[in-house]
């Protein structure tokens, strides 16, 4: 079927009461968590991916993309009104906004901020459609060696991105690897380190992981940290923007949204490098940045914002093509569909071609009520920003061990998220980042079986590896990921003055 | 008075090759695979290797470096990391006992208590509500099977909602 005879069959989808009433409720609950400061895409995802167990995949994933652009739009709102990001992508967000704030243009901020995410967002969502099926046609043809290597390649990549430290990475992602061992053995049936118990024979369920890592993992941090609410002093009117404004960015908006989504497609490399690579790179080029951002201009708020949105179609890409994730969402999502037995895959596009082109076409209406509600509700939203937290963190805390709990209606799954929630905790008190460990949870499984797999065909020799130039060369790019971080060190302890 | 958590790189390190050796002995008896395909314990192990490996980098590194990271540990942030954790663990092994409904009144009073909520009528009301909300879709219209408790059940006294034909 033709591109827009597939998109006709997404949008058949998409444009009816219950999932479009699913779109705006998701946007509404993204921004309203996104714009509490510290409550990121990805806790809201996690804590709430719950409620779409029950319903069909499409409809379920209307809610999810809804929250999860709805989050990542309104973390700007806090950044730009307290310098505090609402979610860690609009960290870039602070350094122009809050300027802007300062000197009473707020609203002028915030409705950049909502174009520059609109399009960040849009654009995303038109490269996502365009490459995501090409890809899929080429990765269809892989075989068990390809899938090993481009495994290995995600670890490696997301550990060397994710952290200041690529050994605490890359122990993360294989700690995730590990877990995901624990129940039957997928080759020989064999149940693996469950230790006599039942319940542990099926596997740990990797969502009620992710639950425990985002959810209760952060919940112990903000306890531990003190869960004070912070005080906005601004009145916001006039977040409609003005056509100098718009002519102004239109260049910025435009060509961050393309770096963001190629940024975004990188796994590991989610909203908050995507932001800071768009907002430096625009202060290197742009006419006079080099002295204006930093002091309020709306070319840096576009250009962070921007970037940050159009990481979001961008991870879609590696998740939906090759069924690695791009970001610790995209995970999520993996795992809401894997709950309906669906794998994302370059098979995705064969099998469910109705889901993916849904799933497109829902993304982008997502952005589209994005730049509604933004420039209609942003003075609500900001209100937002003071809501005391002792009520909200309760609140988390139960929806995360309830969520866990409706996996399989089983109270291991709930000890399992508590477990992972502590791990979580000690994980961000010892810098280790959680995103490799939610990729290797995922990645363990298609590693072990294709490492096998090829294994067996070639009768235990390592020659599959690198007798094929793909497959070698996706290992060369793994080897590469591991190496850059030390190169890039090399070079900023060469450049800094004796 | 507090605590000083001293070398926490090297006991982290230590605690992975402990990690990585219980693998090796709790995979001893796994089936190996037929002719040239490795078994059920080969993947675990390699990646057991790899941690242990990691682990020695991560020590020599710690070990190395000048500026080991130590923590003071107070009383007081003790125990906001161990109220938290000790509700969570109490909230999830009460449920079977007390059932769904009323532990989770409970957790989210006790717990909205010690987040600084002062008044019993406000916390209790947002508890009995969100209880009852999250009893009713997750229960009712997800499916969820909510433990029901085994000495007090509430759940039976509540009534159900009329949803033939919605789910």
């Known amino acids: 079927m033709s591109l827009v005879g597939n998109l006709l069959q997404g949008a058949a989808l ?101 174009v520059a995410s609109f399009v960040g967002g849009a654009v995303s969502v038109v490269l996502l459609t365009l490459l995501a099926p090409q890809i899929a046609s080429v990765a269809v043809q892989f075989g068990s060696a390809e899938f090993f290597a481009l495994a290995v390649f995600g670890l490696t990549i997301i550990a060397s991105v994710s952290g200041d430290s690529l050994v605490k990475g890359l122990l993360s992602g294989l700690l995730g690897m590990l877990l995901a061992t624990v129940g039957l053995d997928p080759v020989l049936a064999y149940p693996r380190f469950s230790f006599g118990f039942e319940a542990l024979t099926s596997g740990i369920q990797f969502i009620a992981v992710m639950i425990g890592l985002f959810g209760i993992g952060e919940g112990l941090l903000r306890y531990q940290r003190g869960i004070g609410s912070e005080e906005v002093s601004q009145e916001l009117t006039g977040v409609i923007p003005d056509w100098e404004d718009l002519s102004e960015i239109r260049n910025v908006t435009l060509g961050s949204s393309v770096a963001g989504a190629f940024i975004g497609a990188i796994p590991g490399a989610g909203g908050d490098i995507a932001s ?37 179609g961008g991870a879609l890409i590696p998740t939906l093509t090759l069924g690695i994730p791009g970001d610790s969402v995209t995970a999520i999502l993996i795992g809401a569909l894997m709950v309906h ?22 993304f982008f209406t997502v952005y589209v009520v994005i730049l509604v509600l933004g420039l209609v509700g942003a003075r609500y939203w900001a209100r937002l920003i003071d809501f005391p937290a002792r009520y909200l963190w309760p609140a988390i805390l139960v929806l995360s061990l309830v969520g866990s709990l409706a996996l399989r209606g089983n109270m291991l799954d709930v000890w399992v998220a508590l477990g992972a929630g502590v791990l979580g905790y000690v994980m961000r008190v010892e810098d280790y980042p959680l995103a490799p460990m939610v990729l290797g949870l995922i990645l363990g499984p298609i590693a072990e079986v294709n490492l096998r797999r090829s294994l067996q065909l070639s009768g235990g020799s390592l020659d599959i590896f690198y007798s094929e130039p793909l497959t070698l060369g996706i290992l060369i790019l793994a080897v590469a990921s591991l190496v850059f971080p030390f190169v890039q060190a090399w070079r900023e302890r060469k450049s800094e003055p004796a | 008075m507090s605590l000083q958590i001293r070398h926490t790189d090297k006991v982290a390190a230590v605690l992975l090759v402990g990690l990585a050796v219980g693998v090796f002995v709790a995979s001893r008896d796994f089936p190996s695979g037929f002719g040239d395909s490795p078994g059920a ?39 906001r990391f161990a109220v938290p954790v000790g509700l969570l663990v109490a909230y999830v092994a009460l449920m079977p006992i007390v059932g769904f409904v009323l532990d989770t009144v409970a957790f989210l009073v006790v717990t909205m208590r010690y987040s600084g909520v002062e008044s019993y009528s406000r916390s209790g009301t947002l508890a009995v509500a969100l209880s009852l909300a999250l009893y009713y879709v997750f229960g009712e219209f997800l499916h969820v099977p909510f433990p029901e408790g085994s000495v007090v059940s509430v759940a039976r006294w509540l009534p159900s909602l009329p949803l033939a034909g919605v789910v």
Do not use: C, H
């Open chain 1, 276 to 312: 800071f690579v768009t907002y430096n790179e625009a202060k290197r080029w742009l006419k006079g940045a080099k002295s204006s951002f930093g002091d309020g201009d709306i070319r840096g708020v576009a250009a962070a914002e921007s970037g940050n949105n159009a990481s979001t």
């Open chain 1, 341 to 362: 037995g669906i794998r994302p895959g370059p098979g995705l596009f064969q099998d469910e071609p109705a889901l993916v082109y849904a799933i497109f076409v829902g």
């Open chain 1, 14 to 114: 998409v444009f009816q009461p219950f999932a479009l009433t699913l779109i705006v409720t998701g946007v509404l609950i993204g921004m309203t968590m996104g714009s509490l400061p510290g409550m990121t895409a990805t806790m809201t995802v996690a804590v709430l991916v719950s409620f779409t167990f029950g319903m069909e995949p499409a409809e379920g994933m209307m809610l999810l993309l809804g929250i999860y652009g709805g989050a990542l739009y309104a973390g700007s709102i806090p950044a730009i009104l307290i310098r505090t990001p609402g979610t860690p992508s609009a960290a870039a967000t602070v350094f122009d906004g809050f300027p802007l704030a300062e000197r009473g243009f707020a609203g002028r901020a915030i409705a950049v901020a909502t």
């Open chain 2, 41 to 79: 314990a080969f993947f675990p192990r390699l990646i057991a290797s790899v941690i242990a490996l990691l682990a020695g980098v991560l020590f020599v590194r710690s070990a190395a470096s000048s500026d080991a990271r130590s923590y003071d540990v107070s009383a007081t942030d003790a125990g």
